[in-house]
């Protein structure tokens, strides 16, 4: 069991720039220096700095209130009108994280895909798992998550099915 998630974070609107920044952190192992264009660490030091309140989305460690991300294997990828951004994350996708990038960057949109390579349970019949399977896919504006439904074939269907407002919205009233 890997229990991580495959993360492909899609940025578009006119902040774009200014979003990497945040989340662009350059570090340094045995073998040189990397760049990490998803990091947990340099978001929620600025996410504490403005004094957003993290969403308690998922059960979280107090070390970890954000989820945890894979340093290693990043990748960043700009097209002509967004920014595409793939990491991995332990357990489950970083909401929250995203949820607090689109308090800071409210003209962007946060677009989600998250795929798990296992998704198995232990029962009293043994292992059951499904793998590579997609687990997420959701648009972030404002504070507000949007889910769409997946079809058959895995792709983002044209309607979302839910608005789930987080427990920040009165945050994003204030500002």
Not at 9 to 32: E, N, S
Not at 111 to 130: F, H, N
Request: with cysteine; net charge negative.
């Amino acid at each position: 069991m890997s229990y991580w998630c495959d993360n492909e974070l899609t940025i578009t609107g006119p902040d774009r720039q200014a979003v990497l920044d945040v989340l662009t952190k350059t570090a340094t192992d045995k073998f040189g220096d990397f760049t990490i264009y998803f990091s947990l660490e340099a978001l929620t030091k600025r996410v504490k700095e403005l004094g957003i309140p993290i969403p308690n989305l998922a059960e979280r460690s107090l070390e970890c209130p954000m989820g945890s991300v894979y340093i290693f294997n990043q990748r960043h990828e700009a097209t002509g009108d967004s920014d595409i951004l793939y990491f991995q994350s332990q357990w489950v996708e970083p909401v929250e994280g995203i949820t607090c990038l689109s308090i800071m960057f409210p003209q962007n949109t946060f677009l989600l895909d998250a795929w798990c390579d296992d998704l198995g349970q232990w029962s009293g019949e043994g292992y059951t798992g499904v793998y590579n399977a997609r687990v997420c896919r959701a648009s972030f504006k404002n504070g507000v998550e949007t889910k769409f439904p997946l079809g058959e074939d895995g792709r983002r269907m044209s309607a979302p099915v839910t608005s789930k407002e987080t427990s920040i919205t009165s945050f994003i009233i204030a500002r």
